[in-house]
C-alpha cells in the first residue's frame, strides 16, 4: 500500500477552516484515501474517505487533486473540539484480504487556537 | 448501542503474567480488531479477524494471542508479559461489505507492564 506524508503538526485560529495536507504519491488507481482522528486519549474516529472525486460529509470534506498524488482535509469551522492527530491513510478498496490492514502514521497533530 | 466495549480500561501486570484484554462489538461487523499505541507513536495492527472463526496476523504480533469467541467478541491474550508491551491497546470493528473500512474503536486499555 502507498505511504503517505503528514506534517507533524498545524495551528488553526478557531472559527477558521483547517486545511490538512497529505502526499501519496505512490497511492494505486484501486486505493482509497481515509482521514482519521484521534482525540486526546480516546481511540481514532473515521472522518471520511475518497478515491477519485471530491467528498464531503457533515464532520469535513475531502479534496484529492486530479492526479491523486495528494489531498487535503478541510474542516470548514475549527473548534476547540477539533484539536486532535489526524491520519491520512492509503488502502485498497473493496472487500478483499488487503483491505483490512489500515496503516497509522504518526499523523498530523492540529491544534486549534482560540 | 454502545458501540465497542472493551474491559479493563487500566490494568498493571508484573513481568511473566498473563492476562486476556476483552472486546466486544453491538453492531453486527463482521471484522475486528486489535491494535497497541506507544506514547508519540501511531497506532499498530497486533491480529486481526476478518469473519467470525479467522484471525489474522498484523504488523506486531509476537508475544500476542488471539481469540474470536463468535460474532461479538475478540480478546487478546498476553502469555507471559514483558515491559514492552508497556501500551495502550484499542479494539476496533468493521463492515467491509460496503467496499470500504470504517472502523469503529473502543476507548482502550491502557497496560502497564512493570
Known amino acids: 500500500d502507498a505511504k503517505t506524508t503528514q506534517p507533524p503538526s498545524m495551528d488553526c485560529a478557531e472559527g477558521r477552516a483547517a486545511n490538512l495536507p497529505c502526499n501519496h504519491s505512490?497511492?494505486?488507481?484501486?486505493?482509497?484515501v481515509y482521514w482519521y482522528r484521534q482525540i486526546h486519549s480516546q481511540g481514532p474516529q473515521y472522518i471520511i474517505h475518497?478515491?477519485?472525486n471530491n467528498e464531503t460529509n457533515e464532520m469535513a470534506s475531502l479534496i484529492i487533486t486530479e492526479d491523486r498524488k495528494s489531498s487535503t482535509l478541510i474542516l470548514p469551522h475549527a473548534t476547540l473540539r477539533d484539536t486532535a492527530v489526524y491520519y491520512c491513510?492509503?488502502?485498497?478498496?473493496?472487500?478483499?484480504?488487503?483491505?483490512?490492514?489500515?496503516?497509522f502514521g504518526k499523523g498530523t497533530k492540529l491544534s486549534v487556537i482560540p | 448501542n454502545a458501540g465497542v466495549t472493551q474491559t479493563p480500561k487500566f490494568q498493571v501486570l508484573k513481568t511473566g503474567q498473563s492476562m486476556t484484554l476483552q472486546c466486544a462489538q453491538d453492531?453486527?461487523?463482521?471484522?475486528m480488531y486489535w491494535y497497541r499505541q506507544d506514547p508519540g507513536m501511531g497506532l499498530r495492527l497486533i491480529y486481526y479477524?476478518?469473519?467470525?472463526?479467522?484471525?489474522d496476523k498484523g504488523e506486531v504480533p509476537n508475544g500476542y494471542n488471539v481469540s474470536r469467541l463468535n460474532k461479538r467478541e475478540f480478546s487478546l491474550r498476553l502469555e507471559s508479559a514483558a515491559p514492552s508491551q508497556t501500551s495502550v491497546y484499542f479494539c476496533?470493528?468493521?463492515?467491509?461489505?460496503?467496499?470500504?473500512?470504517?472502523?469503529?474503536f473502543g476507548p482502550g486499555t491502557r497496560l502497564t507492564v512493570l
Open positions: 476496533a470493528s468493521s463492515e467491509l461489505d460496503r467496499g470500504y473500512n470504517e472502523q469503529f
Open positions: 505512490t497511492i494505486s488507481g484501486n486505493e482509497y
Open positions: 475518497g478515491l477519485k
Open positions: 491513510i492509503v488502502r485498497v478498496a473493496g472487500s478483499g484480504a488487503g483491505s483490512y490492514q489500515l496503516t
Open positions: 453492531m453486527n461487523h463482521n471484522s
Open positions: 479477524s476478518a469473519s467470525e472463526g479467522t484471525t
